[in-house]
Structures are given as C-alpha cells and as structure tokens.
C-alpha cells in the first residue's frame, strides 16, 4: 500500500503539483524548486514513502498480533503434548514442557547446540566397573585364551550371597578382587573402608531392607559397591559414622568433613577409629589428588596407577583417584580451632576456609583408583548423527578427563572414522595456548583446504608435560578407544569429515581471556566438533556467550544438572532434562 500510494504521489507531482508550486511549494531540501525535473519528483516521491508508513501503520489491526501469539502459543502445545518427548517412570514420569511460545520457530534455525555429557548424553546411572588398588587392577574378564573381553549378559557374574547384605542387581566379574577382599589385604580393605566412609549418603530402611539416597549417583555407585564386597555402611549421625566390616560392627567418630565443591574436585572425611587414630581419607579427580601425593610413595606405584587410569578414560569409564593420611591429634585440634576462626569470618570465608582444607590434604598417601560406567542415553548416536546431517555444529561441554570426553564422543559418533584431524589443546600458560591455537588454526586451514580422503583421525597433543602421562597415552596415530555400539554403527554413513577441537579447562581459561577469544572462536568454528574438558560451570556460559555475540546464530544449550543452569539460561534457547541429578527444565 504504500509502495502504491509512493507511485501515485510521483504521478500527481509531476502531471499537476509542479504547476501549483506557488500555492503548495517543495520542501526546502528540494535544491531548485523552479526546475521542472523529474529528479526533484523522485526525491518528493521518496521522502512521502514514509510518511505513508507512518499513516498507514495502523492499518495492520492488534487482533493479528493477537492471532499470532495465539497461533505460536498452539505450536509450543505440541512440544507439550509430545508423546515421543515423553519420559514414563512411573511416580517420576515427565513430559516436555514449553515456558515460551516461540520455541517452534527457534528450533528450526539453530546452528549451535551445546551439550552437557553426564546425564545429557549419558544415562548418569552409574555402576562399579573396575578399580586399580596398590598398582593392582581389577575388574577385567578373560576368556579361555587369557585375553580381556568385554562381559555380556550370559557372562557369569560373582556370586555375593556370602554376603547378607549384597544386592541382587550388583554385578561384578572379577574373583581376584573378591579372593582379595575376603583375605584382607591391608590396602584392599583400605580401599572399601575409605569408600564406605568418604562420602555423603544417607541410608534409610524402605520395607526392612537398607536403601541408599545419595546426591549424585557416584556416590552411589561407590559407596553400594563397598557394601556388596563387606563394608556396608549403616548409620549416620552428625557425630559418627557406623560401618560393617565382614559381619563386625565399627563406629567411627565424625570430625570433620571437606565439602566437595567445582574447583576443589574433590572430597575428605576426617574420621577417628576405635583404636583412636585421625585419619583423613580423600576422593576425588585424579589431577587433584596426585598432586597432593607424599613424595615418598613409590614412582611405580605412581606410574601404575596413572597407566590404569589411562586405561579406564580409553574406554569410556569415569575414574576417581582414592588416598587417606594419619593426622596428629595435636594438630588436628589447632587446626580445628583455625577452621572455626575462619568460618566465623565476615570477609573473604570461603577463601580462607579452603586455604585450611589445602593444607590439611597435603602429603597423602595414595591407595588406588575407581572406575564407574556410565551408559550412552538411548538414541544419542543416531540424534548426532542427524544434526551433522544438518550442519549443526554441537559442543560438548562435560567435567571429565580428556580421554574419557574424546571416548564417549567416538561412542556417540560425535567424532568419526572420517573426522580428519583431532588435536588437542593443554597449555598450562597463555603463551603455550596463544602458540597451539595459532598452529592449529594453520594446520586446520591446510586440511580443510587440501581434503585427504580415506585417511585416518589423528589425536595430536601439542605440549606434553613429564607429570602427564594419561595425556601422553591419548597420542598416537590410530585411536585406542571403543567403538560405537551396534545399533549406530548401522546408521547410514556420512561424510562428517572435517576437524574436531579438544581444549581443557586450564586452557579454556586463557582461551576465554580477551586477548585469545577471537581466535578461540576462529579456530572452534572451523570444526565440526568441539569437546571442553574438566570445565566449570562459568566457563560452559562463557563459552556459549563468545558464540552468541560474535556470531549471528542460534544457540541451543542442553543440560541436565545445576551446574549447566547457567550455560541454559546464556543460549538463546536453553533446553533442561529431568535427570538423576534433578530438574533443570528452565528455557529461554
């Protein structure tokens, strides 16, 4: 209409208002209105455009921005009333539910979805798998042959009714552990009764029978695996902590607990025993506790223990490092006094509070290591595949170890036999990370631009440390890592081809700085896969952030814990499971 009423204008100028220009002159910004051009006419004819606008706005009626809404708001029931989107549990059944009305349009534009791991990819339903003890592991099956397997359904498992309070549904295949166990070797049973202290679960009775209710399911996993090889843990109180050893009752007096919090990453208990020795037993990620390890525990002991869990994060298991310490009575009681000190602090607490928690987790004596599995959700790796398809770039953001990321990301078919190159960036300052985000993006520019079909992917680490040897295990020229399952390798092939980026949380910290986040971003933008490992929960909404303010793109964030709420709320659309962790169903 107004482009109508435009022309009309220039056509009535021009056959009859350039002759009455004295009764109703040009404006002012006309040079010449004496001339009789056309030029003067197209420029009038312009300027009334949007005069009409202005007019004619009002045409459009508010019942059609009603109808609209109206309209949007029927779609986002959809997403509703979706039965594929439905989660059946019984009492914690959960259904897809929308919180705004433009959620249909969103999702068909997004070009940038950003995953948490555990419990978003994965099930976050944890079991006991394997554990190395004294530079001893176990857990592995052999067959006939002697060489490792992978346990089936029609794999024995171990028989536990030996013991009373054994589950039915915990599942074990390794006699070594239980011969072990039932010997009592000083540092298995360290072992187990670390596990069935050093945590924060509660037991409860539920129809005569001990039931475990824990934060996480780790704890769970963990502390329901020492139970079913004889260290059941029984009773709570805030003063104590009682435990059954192979039938025989233990109390433990409860001291004092070293919360476990996101940078910490770790956890202690400070129990004393009936013989009344203080002990400090601690769990926690590996890279926390070796560093804190005493300088007289045996390298091989060191080295075995690294390999062991080299080898778990190769196939995928979640790993926790275990170590305890024998404490002084007289120090332990002014250190006690400190930390009451420190609590009752108006200022800077929580910093002086945990500077207390460093000092007393020093110098600790290392016992082993846990490794739990946690399975791939249902349909991740054809979901993957399909949003590859569509040239949607996914990030994963997790808190777990490189190798294990890097695995779970081959499983879900995230990374691929096709994927070109994988390099990983580790620089512990901003000059090694400044130098390996610049090397990769050559080396990424020269392979996007030079394809090499049918060559194999390669997991490149660009600085190696001495103390890093599970990173040094993950270089090598063909991967060590499981494959996917059956189910999507029968996924129609695709060429997903390009590169993928890994980039650890010390890096990402430099990454993020604004020196190095412009060319974080280049380079993370050239892949089709981006894996941040052992990141906190700032660090995953700001990442998100670089992308959604140096590109015009939609993001699509997806979380299932506490720890991801913010990485919801920064994306343009934030997507929250009900999972084991809790609710997140928060959108934006």
Sequence with gaps: MCLICTILCAVWEYQTGRY?????????????????????????????????IILLNTVVPISLYVSVEIIRFIHSLWINYDTKMYYENGEK???AKAHTTTLNEELGQVQYVFSDKTGTLTRNIMTFNKCTINGISYGDVYDNKGEVIEPTDRTPSIDFSWNSSSEPTFKFY?????????????????????????????????????????????????????????????????????????????????????????????????VRGSDGKIRLYCKGADMMIMQRIHPSTSQIMRTSTNTHLADFANIGLRTLCLAY?????????????????????????????????????????????TAIEDKLQDGVPEAIARLSEANIKIWVLTGDKTETAINIAYSCRLLTDETKEIVVVDGQTESEVEVQLKD???????????????????????????????????????????????????????????????INGDSLAFALGPRLERTFLEVACMCNAVICCRVTPLQKAQVVDLVKRNKKAVTLSIGDGANDVSMIKTAHIGVGISGELGLTRRGN
Excluded at 238 to 245: D, F, K, N, R, Y
Excluded at 348 to 356: C, F, I, P, T
């Design 20 to 52: 009455f220009t004295i009764y109703l002159p040009w404006d002012d910004i006309v040079p010449s209105p004496e001339q009789r051009g056309g030029r003067q006419i197209a420029l009038i004819a312009f300027l009334q455009f949007f005069s009409y």
């Design 93 to 95: 059944s959960v259904p």
């Design 174 to 270: 390794d006699k070594n552990l239980v011969d072990a166990t039932k010997r009592r070797v000083p540092e298995i049973e360290l072992f187990w009764r670390l596990l069935a202290l050093c945590h924060t679960v509660m037991p409860e009775r539920d129809k005569g029978q001990l039931v475990y209710q824990a934060q996480s399911p780790d704890e769970h996993a963990l502390t329901s695996a020492a139970r079913n090889f004889g260290y059941v843990f029984k009773a709570r109180t805030p003063q104590s902590i009682t435990i059954e050893v192979m039938g025989t009752e233990e109390t433990h007096d409860l001291l004092s607990i070293l919360d476990f919090n996101n940078d910490r990453k770790r956890m202690s208990v400070i």
């Design 325 to 369: 310490k024998d404490i002084d009575a007289g120090y332990f009681n002014e250190w006690e006094k400190r930390v009451k000190l420190a609590s009752a602090q108006m200022n800077n607490r929580e910093a002086a509070v945990d500077a207390l928690y460093e000092e007393i987790e020093k110098d600790l004596i290392l016992i082993g290591a």
């Design 440 to 502: 990769t993006r050559n080396t990424f520019e020269q392979i996007l631009a030079l394809p090499s079909p049918g060559s194999k992917p390669r997991i490149e680490i660009e600085t190696i440390h001495e103390d890093s040897t599970v990173i040094s295990s993950a270089r090598s020229m063909d991967r060590n890592i499981v494959t996917p399952d059956l189910k999507s390798a029968e996924l129609a092939e695709h060429d997903s081809g390009g590169v993928a980026l890994v």
